[in-house]
Structures are given as structure tokens and as C-alpha cells.
């Protein structure tokens, strides 16, 4: 698997290995070496920092739900104290509502 980049990240990535190399390295390389050096680390190095960074992220959501899990606690519950016949009646009535003023930008509500 190798990481794909766009054209603009690509070029950016280029001129950043060109300054590496050229200040860190003290060596200069050609557009097509470094080009091929772009590649070999999107193939051979970027998913395995990927897969890292994905890792991270995990590790760092489930402790997050953990936390969350830990502390949650229900303040209230609703319950309705209306019976059924009288719910059913003015969810009726609500929908034909629906219909009547809104029947064209949400067809799938008449259902």
C-alpha cells in the first residue's frame, strides 16, 4: 500500500525533501531523484506512520469514551402520560399537518 498524495501536496512534499537534502544532507539531487525518494517513503514508510497515527487516534477515543462512560449518568427519564389512541391521534394530526404545508420538499414524510 502506498500513501497518495495530491499534485499540490506532492509538490510540496518535493521542494521539502529538496531542503532537506540541500541543508541537513549537504547533498543536492535531482527533480527525478527526489522524486523517486518521494516515493519510496509514501510506499515503504508513510502507512506504517499512518497506521501509527490511526492507532493514536483510537487509543486516544476510547479513552475518551471511557472517561465519558465512567461519568455519564441519566438525570431524568421521560416517560408519556398519554395513552395510546390519544398518541396516535395527534401524531395523525401532526402528519396530515406535514402534508399540508410542506407536501412537495418532503415527500417522504407523507408516509
Not at 8 to 22: G, K, N
Not at 30 to 40: R, V, Y
Not at 96 to 101: I, M, V, Y
Request: proline share 4%.
Amino acid at each position: 500500500m502506498s500513501v497518495q498524495l495530491s499534485d499540490e501536496a506532492q509538490e510540496q512534499a518535493t521542494a521539502s525533501l529538496q531542503r532537506f537534502c540541500t541543508e541537513e544532507l549537504d547533498v543536492s539531487l535531482s527533480g527525478i531523484q527526489i522524486t523517486m525518494l518521494l516515493k519510496f517513503v509514501l510506499a515503504e514508510i508513510a502507512p506504517s506512520a499512518y497506521n501509527a497515527g490511526v492507532a493514536a487516534a483510537e487509543a486516544f477515543l476510547r479513552d475518551r469514551l471511557a472517561d465519558l462512560e465512567a461519568t455519564w449518568s441519566c438525570e431524568r427519564e421521560f416517560f408519556p402520560q398519554i395513552d395510546a389512541t390519544t398518541r396516535e391521534e395527534r401524531h395523525a394530526g401532526w402528519r396530515a399537518a406535514l402534508d399540508r404545508t410542506l407536501p412537495s420538499r418532503f415527500p417522504n414524510l407523507a408516509t
